[in-house]
């Protein structure tokens, strides 16, 4: 690891007052990304901004139409959450499954999703449910967030502070795993919300997105066999030694079938 | 920096370089030997402590993180002559070879007992995925959870 | 007999310090004084060191100094040697390629180190490293074993990139068993590169004496003696009394451990280069790319079978990748550890095995887990089960028609061992029982009928264990006895400190040799120390590998312990007036046949460190050595059975069943056996379904950590149903055979024996990734 200055904000005010006066700041969430990426050398910002103390930033919170789950929060309480599990429990169970767990932990929500990992589970959800990201500045939108491969509409400094997850009827998560690293192969996360059927998936491409075909057939027929006769276009999908683009392609069927039944069964 | 922390029941004061990671306060400072490092990609889990009162990645936490926190490592779980229930189920169950996974497996198996109801093999087994061992065929540490789950 | 005696399942005594986090791995020690040691490594696979401008590195706070290979062969610092030597079938000796520790002119696997940088702290040896301006002149790798000996050539002696063409076996005699073959099986498949993972990274901390002229070298090793003596005769290091090796708790070896390195090489050179203790420890991204890796073959292998079934003929020819440099023991590994046991359990009358070494700018590939006898297992395996499916035959029936009977031992098979005993029936009789095969097809449909594949696959192995007879070893090549040294101490208050050669990293020898002891001498276990893994301490060893400890060094305590009784027989028979024949000792008791006088054994013992009452034709003391040099390879076999379910729209493989039925001889501490068999069979099913080191086309290792090299994780595996016959050894004291390995060695072939039966296809490449498997279920 690089040397650099290490900052304990205590409101957000003072972390993004630092973010701005610093050469070249990181804020530092759960830090389960970001501290092996220090460790490795790949990264070496000049100050890290540690998120932990700023008041306010953990949490979940039941409203009536949504949960909002604060950025600080850890998977672990998400996944315990009996809240979580009350109004969409697939996101729970999403939590549940992300990484091992020592990681959830220690890994936060708003960590996991402002780095846009392309095979990390939250974004599944987050375009699933078609939450709104709620920064220090503004509020986003789920199909507008996600941008690239780690890349997001987050701007230089903005923090994200929490994520509003609307209810939706019925929900559910299926991940195919990596076999080594456990992140996500392909994760679909299906969501219906009462004739509009949501289907967010993650790991097959640069970053999350929605499986509007996917979404297309089942706003016809919620039915796992819907699937069947929509075409995956993968030319954009991630190819690597685990997975091929065509093989990524067959698990985001697979997966979304699982899903579907998974969603009509719960 | 100054960080301070309590290890096992004891408040350490440390100045550390911001940069420093737990692991390395750990073994380093304290001489808590006990938390080994199994690898650099926050996989193995070989380094797992309990951070207050839960398992973490000693090695993927910073120093300057647990400032005010209290850390438990192996070697504040039970002694020779008064082992923990985990650490006696693996002896019993024949749950470790050559014993460098085992500290930071019976941190997270702890862990796991005490958050996980209605353990069974498969919540073992998932349970224990960020612990490698490549020794045992994980085999006899699940056997050993699953009795330590009924002793603790 | 005690319930901690022989046979006994004892717990283990050394887990009381590693459960408290009290065990004491190489990182845990700590020299005063001591400074940091980061090493240069190549970033290509294949590349002329032009330049090394470390000047930068010297501005760096806290580096102490950047050394590189001109510095160490400056110091007449020497290659680091292959201790096996294999000949060509022309009769010609294998192509050494020169391996100095620090790379000097050109670097050739990437990863390989061609420098050290030492410094105050770690922080500032890597930040030195950081800085250290290396010109490289990229050269044109060879990178696949495929190409390797149309590719270019890596070292200026070694033409084509062939380190030996070695044959064992009768050509003539095969070509016309297959000429007269009923039917012949045939099957082409590559044994995947292995990457060992020990747990415990390797490491080293070395310090030099300037008045002694002695060094210290603590070092994660299987073998520390071994190393001192590579260390000293051939590297040149030190001489070997002026060398201590120490390899204290060791976090799993698995083969990985048993070379000698360059690091701790290059560690202890700059000890003394420096005046300063010098410390390293590999991150796992290290190990990754310079521990030896395992396996690689390319094969092409055929069964001759006649009309009634029966085996008449094996033809294997088969390529071995070596890595870009010879490690340790590597030309033995595919050569007389796999083409000697390609007749498995069979009678096949005719065997030709040819084996190609090559070398590519890979790492050393070198001995692991196993070593040879997997991919041997694989080879017979893989096609008994495939000739058994191509003639519509059960594939018990057909390996039960073509087993070795009992009563046909010793056996001498065509490639060069001669089995002493087993009963491979018996093995396979237990695990068809255990695996329930007779409902398998029921099994099979109801998998169906939920829309699975599932498939059974047989893997029954043999394996040569317990290296090995020392005069045969050495006519075969090898450059060291591979006997094992025992010391039984009788201290004078009784108890009893033994000193091995063997060394434990896992294996429970603190407890299992203790059992032995304390066995054999009637006394409570509690009274036996077990000290190893420490040249100061220990006479000399041969070290643990090969599931040869309890079948050599154990061997070899049996034999020192004898001598311990013999002498206490003369003792006692001094002190009850008779003579030593008359006296009978069991149960830590001597007792006079001609009287019923009785002696303790701690009672004789003190009598021999205060001889007041004591023969004068005796020595005082009670303290003996011994050397055991086998008389014979060890022969453990076994039968596993694998089930497995495939999800045909996922790939993925999910083993249902695993049994394992093995033939270890006599078992000292079923517990530890089960729990070695245990291991064996995760890193067999890791082989099968999860692990592949693999190097990209550009001789990058694209499988350098867990993030993308798959190791087995406790949710990967099933438990595991394991079970022993026992048919003693009939050459060595204790009827032992070893068990350290059977479980790697068997599972691989158990594992694609049943996936390949599941999808209905010949062969799949391992590891059947998901991916991989979903492709051959798509047909």
Known sequence: MYSFEYHRPESIAQATALRAEAEDAIYLAGGQTLIPTLKQRLAAPS???????????????????????????????????????????????LAGEIGDAQVRNRGTLGGSVANSDPSADYPAAVIGLGATIVTDRRRIAADDFFHDLFETALEAGELLTAIEFPIAKRAAYCKFPNPASRYAVVGVF?????????????????????????????????????????????????????????????????????AVEKLLTA | MKVSLTVNGRRHDVDVAPNTLLVDVLRGRLGLTGTHVGCDTSQCGACTVHLDGRS??????????????????????????????????????????????????????IDLVQNVENLDERKVREGLEGNLCRCTGYHNIVKAVLNAAESM | MSDTGIGKSVKRREDLRFITGRGRYTDDVNRPNQVYAVFLRSPYPRARIVSIDASGADEVAGVIGVFTGKDLSAD??????????????????????????????????????????????????????????????????????????????????????????????????????????????????????????????????????????????VTTSQNPHLER??????????????????????????????????????????????????????????????????RDHLTTAELALDGDGLFQGLRV??????????????????????????????????????????????????????????????????????????????????????????????????????YDTGNYEASLAAALEKSDYANFAARKAASEQRGKRRGIGFSCYIEACGLAPSQLAIQLGAGVGLYESGEVRVNPTGNVTVFTGSHS?????????????????????????????????????????????????????????????????????????????????????????????????????????VPSNYPSSEEPGLSEKAFYDPKNFTFPAGTHIAEVEIDPETGVVDVVNFVAVDDFGRVINPMIVEGQVHGGIAQGIGQALLEHGIYDDGGQLITGSYMDYCMPRADDLPSFDVDMTVTPCTHNPLGVKGCGEAGAIGAPAAIMNAVTDALGVVDLPMPATPERVWRAARG
């Open chain 1, 47 to 93: 100050d890290v901004i540690d998120l932990s103390r700023v008041p306010g930033l953990a949490g979940i919170e039941l409203k009536s139409d949504c949960v909002v789950i604060g950025a600080m929060t850890r998977h672990a309480e998400v996944a315990a959450s009996a809240e979580v599990a009350r109004a969409i429990p697939a996101l729970a169970f």
């Open chain 1, 190 to 258: 299906a969501a219906d919300f009462g004739g509009k059927v949501r289907v967010g998936v993650t790991g097959a491409g640069p970053c999350a997105f929605r499986a509007t075909a996917i979404e297309a057939a089942l706003g016809k027929k919620l039915d796992a066999k819907s699937v069947d006769a929509v075409e995956i276009e993968y030319d954009r999908f991630n190819s690597d030694l685990h997975a091929s683009a065509e093989y990524r392609a067959n698990l985001v069927r697979v997966m979304a079938k699982r």
């Open chain 2, 56 to 109: 973490v990645k000693s090695c993927t936490v910073l120093a300057a993180q647990v400032d005010g926190a209290a850390v438990t490592t192996i070697e504040g779980i039970g002694s020779p002559d008064a082992l923990h229930p985990m650490q006696a189920a693996f002896r019993d169950c024949h749950a470790l070879q050559c014993g460098f996974c085992t500290p930071g497996m019976i941190m997270s198996a």
């Open chain 3, 76 to 217: 007449k610092i020497g290659d680091l040697p292959c201790g096996w030597m294999v000949k060509s079938k022309d009769g010609s000796d294998m192509k050494i390629a020169p391996h100095p520790p620090l790379a000097v002119e050109v670097v050739n696997y990437v990863g390989e180190p061609y420098g050290i940088v030492v410094a105050e702290s770690l922080a500032a040896a890597r930040d030195g490293a950081e800085v250290v301006a290396t010109e490289f002149e990229e050269l044109t790798p060879t990178v696949s074993v495929a190409n390797a000996t149309a590719g270019a050539q890596l070292h200026t002696n070694v033409p084509d990139n062939v380190c030996y063409l070695w044959e064992l076996g009768d050509a003539d005699a095969t070509n016309a068993a297959f000429a007269a073959a009923a039917h012949v099986t045939k099957l082409t498949f590559s044994n995947n590169r292995l990457i060992p993972n020990a747990m415990e990274p390797r490491a080293a901390v070395a310090s030099f004496d300037a008045a002694t002229e002695e060094f210290t070298l």
């Open chain 3, 229 to 294: 003596l590579i260390l000293s005769a051939f590297v040149q290091l030190a001489p070997e009394h002026k060398l201590r090796v120490i390899a204290p708790d060791v976090g799993g070896g698995f083969g990985s451990k048993i070379f000698v390195y360059a690091e701790e090489t290059a560690v202890a050179w700059a000890a003394r280069r420096v005046g300063r203790p010098v410390k390293w420890t590999a991150d796992r991204s290290e190990s990754f790319l310079a521990d030896a890796h395992g």
């Open chain 3, 317 to 418: 020819r088969t390529r071995a990748n070596l890595g870009a440099y010879l490690s340790t023991f590597a030309s033995s590994v595919p050569t007389y550890l796999y083409g000697t046991l390609l007749a498995g359990q069979y009678r096949t009358p005719a065997i030709h095995v040819e084996v190609e070494g090559v070398y590519t700018n890979t790492a050393p590939v070198d001995a692991y887990r196993g070593a040879g006898r997997p991919e041997a297992t694989y080879v017979v395996e893989r096609l008994v089960e495939t000739a058994a499916r191509e003639l519509k035959v059960d594939p018990a029936a057909l390996r039960r028609r073509n087993f070795i009977a009992p009563d046909q031992f010793p056996y001498q098979t065509p490639v060069a061992l001669e």
């Open chain 3, 505 to 609: 990293h896992g294996q429970g020898h603190e407890t299992t040799f203790a059992q032995v002891v304390s066995d054999k001498l009637g006394i409570p276990f509690e009274n036996v120390e077990v000290v190893h893994g420490d040249t100061g301490r220990v006479e000399f060893g041969l070290g643990t590998y090969g599931s040869r400890s309890i079948a050599v060094g154990g061997s070899a305590l049996v034999k020192a312990t004898d001598k311990i009784i013999a002498k206490g027989k003369r003792i006692a028979a001094h002190m009850m007036d008779t003579n030593a024949d008359s006296v009978d000792f069991s149960d830590g008791e001597f007792a006079a046949r001609d009287s019923n006088q009785k002696l303790t054994f701690g009672e004789v013992a003190f009598a021999a460190y």
